[in-house]
């Protein structure tokens, strides 16, 4: 039954599909960190839904708060209506934002996704500023869309589309095992925020005066690329500094993904706009943006959307948020992260296709290289993308699915459900090194 799924789909759905072609399965069952396929096969589910999935796939808490919405007959559609449900969802949202954050904080909800979110960020940014050109990051992604895909630093996607948002500048992200300026490790962070400072207190740099700064504090589609905390630092100063918005997009990493509720918590900096979706609706669709106050410049209507106000979104969003904080899922998953990232440092030693393992929390990348070619001043090696997707089409066949990405589609990528045990960490990293050694020789 799987094959004939799949079939059917190669068969009538668009060109434009994109994990099917690497993860040829027909999910019919899922629960926690598994799926299984339609002929009963199960896999442990490192993808996650790119990292929605902060309590794994139907995870009680999500099913009761479904469910209550159904038995109480809430409304399921509401446009951006008032209703209880959204105001203990935003209640929720706002208590657990760090310092004094919530104090100044005002939400719009979006519709609903990380990308229509990132739209809207943007919009505010230009209004309050009165300002046009955009700060994003090589490597950097932001959805698919044609203004988020103009803010993403990958040009794969974007090269065939025309016309797409101009006065995007694209500044060096501290990408330091491929650093951009030949050099690894702090050296690396120092020249790419000297490099920034200096292109924005340049007049002819012809990027003045931005509207925003966009940022990912660990860099997801990318390639799970974890930016130091010195830097952001340093990103935040730098913007604070010359009065430049600074805009998080937490979509990915966001709601304990990284081992803290929010990753920019890492850093102990807080940003001008914080842009949240996937975990934020507990698997359903739902996303904001969360920013400070005095940034609230728009007119009425100058966001809308029919889906702003998805109701189950919110209640599933809000029992996620709470179990998570009651339960410390954002600890357990430095923990998790930690043993992963132990785990695959010890496979590196063995297998010199692996060129660095990273990540922050259960956001982890294990980067794929081709060891015989020539090494870049930085100390890489060059990227070795047809080798990572035989790795992930190895892990499939050993019940594993898993991400592929990075700029180069060399990084397989890890974003296991919150909720992963020490056990499924030793599982999924021995099956990973069965695949490398297939896949490898
Ligand atoms: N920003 C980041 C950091 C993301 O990872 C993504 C999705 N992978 C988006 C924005 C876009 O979100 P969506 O796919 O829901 O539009």
Same mark, same amino acid.
């Given at each position: ?78 446009l951006d209506l008032t ?23 005002k939400i719009q909800f979006c ?9 809207a960020?943007?919009k505010l940014?230009?209004t309050a ?33 025309? $016309?797409?948002? *101009? +006065? @995007?500048?694209? %500044? ?7 650093? /951009?300026?030949? #050099? ?83 850093? $102990?900096?807080? *940003? +001008? @706009?914080?842009? %949240? ?7 359903? /669709?739902?996303? #904001?943006?969360?920013?400070?106050k005095?940034l609230d410049q728009w007119s009425p209507g100058a966001h809308i959307g029919?889906?702003r ?63 015989? $070619? ?68």
């Open positions: 039954r799987n094959d004939i799924f799949l079939q059917q789909q190669e068969h009538r759905e668009s060109n434009a599909r994109s994990y099917p072609r690497r993860i040829p399965i027909a999910i019919e069952e899922a629960e926690g960190i598994f799926v299984k396929d339609a002929d009963g096969k199960k896999y442990y589910d490192c993808l996650a839904g790119a990292g929605t999935l902060a309590l794994g796939h139907n995870h009680p808490v999500v099913i009761e708060a479904i469910e209550q919405v159904i038995r109480d007959k809430r409304p399921l559609h509401t209703t209880p449900i959204k105001e203990d969802f935003v209640t929720e949202l706002f208590d657990s934002l760090p310092g004094d954050f919530a104090k100044r904080a519709g609903p996704t990380g990308g229509d979110a990132i739209e960020a943007v940014c230009k500023t009165g300002r046009q050109s955009i700060l994003s990051f090589q490597g950097g992604y932001h959805g698919s869309t044609h203004g988020t895909m103009a803010l993403s630093g990958n040009l794969g996607p974007k090269e065939k589309v025309r $016309g797409l948002m *101009p +006065d @995007v500048h694209f %500044l060096p992200y501290p990408y330091t095992y491929r650093c /951009p300026f030949g #050099v690894g490790g702090e050296e690396s962070q120092r020249i790419s925020s000297q490099y920034i400072e200096n292109l924005l207190d340049d007049p002819e740099s012809g990027v003045l005066p931005p509207a925003a700064m966009i940022l990912e504090i660990v860099q997801g589609e990318g390639g799970s690329i974890p930016a130091p905390i010195e830097w952001l630092k340093e990103m935040r100063r730098i913007t604070e500094e010359r009065g430049i918005p600074l805009i998080i997009d937490e979509v990915q990493t966001g709601i304990g993904r990284t081992g803290k509720l929010f990753a920019f918590e890492h850093a $102990g900096i807080t *940003p +001008d @706009v914080l842009v %949240l979706s996937k975990a934020i609706g507990g698997s359903l /669709p739902l996303s #904001v943006v969360v920013y400070d005095k029919t889906f106000g998805n109701q189950m979104a919110m209640a599933a969003g809000m029992a996620s948020l709470r179990y998570i904080k009651e339960n410390n899922l954002a600890a357990h998953a430095e923990k998790m992260g930690d043993l992963f990232v132990s785990k695959l440092a010890s496979i590196q030693q063995k297998y010199p296709e692996i060129g660095e393992i990273r990540g922050r929390g259960l956001m982890i990348g294990a980067e794929i290289v081709n060891p015989k $070619g020539k090494k870049a001043n930085s100390g890489s090696h060059p990227a070795h993308p047809s080798l990572a997707s035989a790795i992930q089409r190895e892990c499939f066949n050993r019940g594993l699915i898993l991400e592929v990405g990075g700029r180069h589609g060399s990084v397989v990528r890890f974003l296991p459900p919150l909720i992963i045990t020490e056990d499924q960490v030793r599982e999924i990293t021995d099956i990973f090194t069965q695949a490398i050694e297939a896949a490898a020789v």
